[in-house]
């Protein structure tokens, strides 16, 4: 009877976790924001940071989906996931534009101007973040 209970409970805890990466990459509010580590410090209860201007693609997410840079600050995308992304800005503003990202390419892009710009992922739309750009 212990063998019947012990497969019962490993059958509950792989569903379990299928449902977790099923919903992980499903996930359109960028919870996977939290995971980013910059090397540098900044508060996991915000996601904006001020602290850098490096953005990880990864899980099928930009992470820190939003930051905050001067003008003048050259942001740098890396895809660390095994698919391909684009960095793509989405409000018609001039903003990135990388084209396809292969798995572990960068991509930069100067900001120039003040203001807010969002962008996404051409291939997954639901991948969104934004830069915003102060004085």
Same mark, same amino acid.
């Given at each position: 009877m212990?063998?019947?209970?012990i497969?019962?409970?490993?059958v509950?805890v792989?569903?379990g976790?299928?449902v977790?990466l099923?919903l992980?990459h499903?996930?359109?509010?960028?919870?996977m924001?939290?995971?980013?580590m910059?090397g540098?410090?900044?508060?996991?209860?915000?996601?904006t940071?001020?602290?850098?201007?490096?953005?990880?693609?990864?899980?099928?997410?930009f992470?820190?989906a %939003? @930051?905050?840079?001067?003008k003048?600050?050259? +942001? #740098?995308? &890396? !895809?660390k996931?095994?698919a391909?992304h684009?960095v793509?800005e989405?409000?018609?503003?001039?903003?990135?534009n990388?084209?396809?990202?292969?798995?572990?390419?960068s991509?930069?892009?100067?900001f120039n101007?003040v203001?807010?710009f969002?962008?996404?992922? %051409? @291939?997954?739309?639901?991948?969104?973040g934004t +830069? #915003?750009? &102060? !004085?």
């Amino acid at each position: 009877m212990n063998k019947k209970m012990i497969v019962v409970v490993v059958v509950v805890v792989l569903a379990g976790g299928g449902v977790v990466l099923a919903l992980r990459h499903n996930d359109n509010s960028g919870s996977m924001n939290d995971m980013h580590m910059s090397g540098s410090s900044s508060s996991s209860s915000s996601s904006t940071s001020e602290a850098t201007n490096s953005v990880t693609v990864q899980n099928f997410a930009f992470s820190p989906a %939003d @930051i905050t840079v001067k003008k003048g600050t050259a +942001v #740098t995308w &890396t !895809n660390k996931d095994g698919a391909t992304h684009t960095v793509s800005e989405s409000d018609g503003k001039t903003g990135p534009n990388s084209g396809s990202l292969d798995s572990g390419k960068s991509y930069s892009f100067t900001f120039n101007t003040v203001g807010m710009f969002k962008y996404r992922c %051409d @291939i997954h739309p639901e991948m969104t973040g934004t +830069v #915003t750009v &102060t !004085n």
